[in-house]
RNA sequence: GGCCCCGUAGCUCAAUUGGCAGAGCAGUUGACUCUUAAUCAAUUGGUUGGAGGUUCGAGUCCUCCCGGGGUCACCA
C-alpha cells in the first residue's frame, strides 16, 4: 500500500501564509497534507519514553553476553531523525536525542505495511521526530540497534536542517562531510546551529558548568548571592553609555544598568559581609569581537579585606572554575597554554606601561606633557583625553601582550571614582584589573568607603567628563546616604563572564559563547 | 563611525579578458530485507542580497543601499 500525491493537497499548501516557503519546504507542506489525509496526527500531544538513546545502547551492551537477556532487552526511544538508508524493504535511520544516537532497524515485516509506507514514501523524513518501540540487537555489521516493530510520528519538521553527513571512523572519530558554517545564519537561527553542530552544543553546556563552578565557590565561601535592579532610576558604577528606556505609568525615564557596583555596596551597609550577583549589563556602545551591547556580569563585594585579600580570591576562584570545566588549571586558549594555578604575575600599572611602551607616565604628571610624550613615540593620543584617558589609552598597548592571568594593580585616580586613595600617594588608587590571554577579564579596587571623599569624586568626574555627557557619572545621592550610614572597609570584585567563556571554550569571538548575540534587523 | 573583504540553489562551493548560471549533498522518481557519508539510474530546483548605471551583452565593471566578517576609533 503505497501512499501517493493527491490534488486536493493543493489547497492545504496554498492557505495563507506569513512566509514564502522554498521548495524542499512545499515538498513538506504536501506530505504533511498526506499525513492528515491518512489520519495521521503530525504533533500529537502524548509520547512514550522508557530509554534515552544512550540508555538503550548501554542496556545492551550490559547483557549482550546473555543472549535470551540480549533479546529481552525492549524500548521505546525518541528523537529527530538524522539518517536515513533506505533498502528496499528493510530501512536504517539513525535517530539523536540530547543523550545522542542510536540507529533504528525499520523492516516491513515487522512494522506492517501501512507504517512501512510511511517510511519508503518519505512521509517521515530527515529531521522529523518520531518514537519507536522495539527490542535492542546488534546488527550483522555490528552496530547497536533497535529492532523497530511500531514507528510513530512525533513532530513533522517542515524546514529540512542543513544537511551535515556524520561518518564514525575505526579510531571513534567523527568525521563530517557537508558543514553549516556561515556565520551570520548559524547566529540568527541559533536553532539550527545547535542542532547539526554538536559542538557548539558543547560550548554551551561548558559555559553552564562554569557558571555553576562560581556560584559554587562563592557559596561555599560565605557569601551571598542577591538580585538587584536592573531598570534604574540612575546608572553607575562604570564609564559607558547607558541604554534609556521609559515606565509609562509612573512617566519615569529608567536606565538599565551599566553595572552593579553601587547597589551591591549598599547591602554591605546593610550588615551582609559578603555579596555577589550573577546577571546581565547593558552598555549602548560598539560591538565587536569582545563587546555585545548585553553581557554577563559577575560581582562580588566581601567586607574586611583589601584588593590584596581580593586577588588571593581571584586567584583562587579561577583556578577552581577553570578546574570544574576542564579537569585541569591548564588550558589552551588560541594555541597559547594558559595556566591559571597561583600566584600570578602581578605588576604596578606604571611598571607594565614603562615595560611595554617605554614611556614613564610619571614623568609626565599633565595631559598635554603625556599626549606629547606618547605621539612623539607614535602612539595616538586624542586631544580631548583627560590624563587618566591617556594612561589608560597606554594599557591598550599593553593588554594584547597580557597572555598568562596577569593582575595590573595602581591606577590613576582620576580613572577610578570608587576606588581608595593608595597611601602615600593622592595620584594613585588601589585597584587592579586582570588580564589573561590577552584580554582583560576584569576590575576591582579596595573600596572607597568615605562618604565625603565620594561626595568629592563624584563631582570631580561631572567636571572631568563634563564635555561628554554621554559618559559623565552621575551622582547617586541615595548611595552617598547609604555611605554615610558608614560602610565596612571592603574589596569589591567584577568579571567579564563571557570572556571566561571565550578562554574555557577556546572561542575567539563573544558571539560564540552567547546563544543569541545581538544582531542588526534582517531586513530594511 | 572610517577603511578592507565578503554575499551565487535548502547547505557547502564553482563559473577563464565581461560571452549559454554549474557541481556535490538534500529533495523528487525508480531498484534493492543487515545498511551506515549506502550504492546505482533518471530528475526538479536560481529575481546571482537590493536598486540604479556602463555595455551589443553584467554573477563579473561603476555608484548607492541592506546584511555579515575583519580592522581602527570608541569602550575607567
Known sequence: MRVRTTDHVEGEVSREMSWEPTNVERDRLEKLARLTELGIEAYPPRVERTHTAAQAIAAFEAVEDDPEAAESIEVTVCGRVRRINIKGKVAF??????????????????????????VQDKLIELDDFVQARGVMMRTRSGEVSVQVYELRLLAKA?????????????????SRFGEFSDKETRYRQRYADLAVNPDVREVF????????????????????EVETPILQPIYGGAAARPFITHHNQLDQDLYLRISFELYLKRLLVGMYDAVYEIGRDFRNEGVSFKHNPEFTQIEFYKAYIDYHGVMDLTERLLAFVVQQVTGDTVITYQGHRIDFRPPWK?????????????IDYKQHPDAASLRAAMRQRGYQARDDATWGKLVDSLLGEVEPTLIQPTFILDYPRDISPFAKMLPGDPTHVERFEFFIGGMEMGNAFTELNDPQDQEARFLEMGRLYAEDQDEATPLDEDYLRAMRYGMPPCG???????????????????????LFPHMRDEEA
Open 93 to 118: 535511520w539513525h535517530i539523536e536525542d540530547g543523550s545522542g544516537r542510536v540507529q533504528l532497524m525499520i523492516r516491513l515485516d515487522n512494522v506492517g505495511e501501512a507504517t512501512y509506507a510511511l
Open 158 to 174: 517542515v524546514s529540512p536542517l542543513p544537511v551535515i553527513k556524520e561518518k564514525v571512523e575505526e579510531d571513534g572519530t567523527i
Open 205 to 224: 553546556r561548558k559555559r553552564a558548568r562554569m557558571i555553576s563552578a562560581l556560584r559554587r565557590f562563592l557559596d561555599d565561601e560565605g557569601f551571598l
Open 346 to 358: 602581578r605588576l604596578t600599572l606604571h611598571e607594565a606601561i614603562l615595560a611595554t611602551t617605554g
Open 492 to 514: 569589591g570584585w567584577g568579571m567579564g563572564v563571557d570572556r571566561l567563556a571565550m578562554l574555557l571554550t577556546d572561542q575567539r569571538s563573544i558571539r560564540d559563547v552567547l
